[in-house]
């Protein structure tokens, strides 16, 4: 077989796992909405509190009654937020360098209320952070949308960051528009994600 025709058959080849591979990724898409799909709707009314310290061997009650601690620090009457269950994430492990997150569990009314007092940690400067919970998917996005709302803010726009959408100055941005961002927003992003090779990737492999 000659060079030529040695060539033709390897970009034929590489055309054809080209293919497959947008085949493939399509199906990763499709898959992926559906998985998300199922599991949002079951975090509705799950918040995600950080920074609670932590003792060996912990119980439920332990956690619960830290939690009603809290509550009544963020100015909240303990009796009218109904904890339905709450419960440290992962494993246990000896001497962790930071507490695990705590996932409660409350009446969707509640959740909204216990959201609106948040504000008043960040008064008292403490070190717990109380957000909602969302899948490993989302949480991916979004922290990959975080630091973008910095630099839009840096510019002194208004954003903010819902579920795993950017909003800025109005206009809605998904993980994929990233290249529509407004114009001195897109230039910080550019320049900031040239030396973190990693956020291309992820733009490569997550979409909406």
Same mark, same amino acid.
């Given at each position: 077989?000659?060079?030529t025709a040695k060539?033709?058959?390897l970009?034929q080849?590489n055309e054809?796992?080209?293919?497959s591979l947008?085949v493939?990724?399509r199906?990763?898409?499709?898959?992926l909405?559906?998985?998300?799909?199922?599991?949002?709707?079951g975090?509705?009314?799950?918040?995600v509190?950080?920074?609670?310290?932590?003792v060996? /061997?912990?119980?439920?009650?332990h956690?619960g009654?830290?939690?009603?601690?809290?509550?009544?620090f963020m100015?909240l009457?303990?009796?009218?937020i109904?904890v339905?269950?709450?419960?440290?994430?992962?494993?246990?492990?000896?001497?962790?360098?930071?507490?695990r997150?705590?996932?409660?569990?409350?009446?969707?009314d509640?959740q909204?209320?216990?959201?609106?007092?948040?504000?008043h940690?960040k008064?008292h400067?403490?070190?717990?952070?109380?957000? %909602?919970q969302f899948p490993?998917?989302?949480?991916?996005?979004?922290?990959?949308?975080?630091?973008?709302?910095k630099l839009a803010k840096?510019t002194?726009?208004?954003a903010?960051l819902?579920?795993?959408?950017?909003k800025?100055?109005? %206009?809605?941005f998904?993980?994929?528009?990233?290249d529509?961002?407004? /114009?001195k927003?897109?230039m910080?992003?550019k320049?900031?994600?040239?030396?973190?090779?990693h956020?291309?990737?992820?733009r490569?492999?997550?979409t909406t």
């Amino acid at each position: 077989m000659g060079l030529t025709a040695k060539n033709q058959e390897l970009s034929q080849l590489n055309e054809d796992q080209n293919q497959s591979l947008k085949v493939l990724l399509r199906r990763q898409h499709t898959l992926l909405k559906r998985v998300l799909h199922l599991e949002c709707p079951g975090m509705g009314n799950h918040l995600v509190f950080s920074g609670i310290p932590e003792v060996n /061997e912990e119980s439920s009650v332990h956690i619960g009654k830290k939690i009603n601690e809290l509550f009544v620090f963020m100015g909240l009457e303990r009796e009218n937020i109904h904890v339905l269950r709450c419960h440290r994430v992962d494993i246990a492990r000896q001497n962790p360098v930071r507490p695990r997150n705590i996932v409660v569990v409350l009446e969707l009314d509640d959740q909204y209320t216990v959201l609106h007092h948040a504000k008043h940690l960040k008064c008292h400067d403490t070190a717990v952070y109380i957000n %909602k919970q969302f899948p490993y998917e989302i949480n991916r996005r979004r922290n990959i949308l975080r630091p973008i709302i910095k630099l839009a803010k840096d510019t002194n726009m208004r954003a903010s960051l819902t579920k795993d959408k950017l909003k800025i100055e109005g %206009k809605v941005f998904a993980i994929n528009d990233l290249d529509k961002l407004p /114009e001195k927003v897109n230039m910080s992003y550019k320049s900031a994600v040239t030396t973190d090779s990693h956020v291309f990737i992820s733009r490569l492999c997550i979409t909406t």
